[in-house]
């Protein structure tokens, strides 16, 4: 069982930005690949973005590439999600998800592709 802890949302202006933190317990987080996803009111969960269990590789979505920046410490069994540049539209419930494999492949962007996920942190930008 592994458990995955959110911190770091908050309410920002525009242009604004937010760093997330995602800490994980229980298993040992090197053998896990993590995500990003989001969920806004009354829309479906979308995927934002994946880091591989090293840190090597990463993918995001479209709607954050170049704004978002995904990246994990090890050591301290960290994820986490520098947003810069924030927009009205990144306005939802930010949660992390753990998925077993030691895999280079990052292209994981399903929810059901996940075994763990964290009870999330809100993240509201104002115009």
């Known amino acids: 069982q592994v458990q995955l802890v959110e911190s770091g949302g908050g309410l920002v202006q525009a242009g604004g930005f937010l760093r997330l933190s995602c800490v994980a317990s229980?298993?040992?987080?090197?053998?896990?690949?993590m995500g990003w996803f989001r969920q806004a009111p009354g829309k479906e969960r979308e995927f934002v973005a994946t880091?591989?269990?090293?840190?090597?590789?990463?993918y995001y979505a479209d709607s954050v590439k170049g704004r978002f920046t995904i990246s994990r410490d090890n050591a301290k069994g960290t994820v986490y999600l520098q947003m810069n540049s924030l927009k009205p539209e990144d306005t939802a419930i930010y949660c992390c998800a753990a998925r077993q494999t030691r895999s280079t492949d990052v292209y994981y962007a399903r929810p059901t592709s996940y075994d763990y996920w964290g009870q999330g942190t809100q993240v509201t930008v104002s115009s």
């Open positions: 880091i591989n269990y090293s840190g090597a590789s990463t």
């Open positions: 229980g298993r040992t987080f090197s053998n896990y690949l």
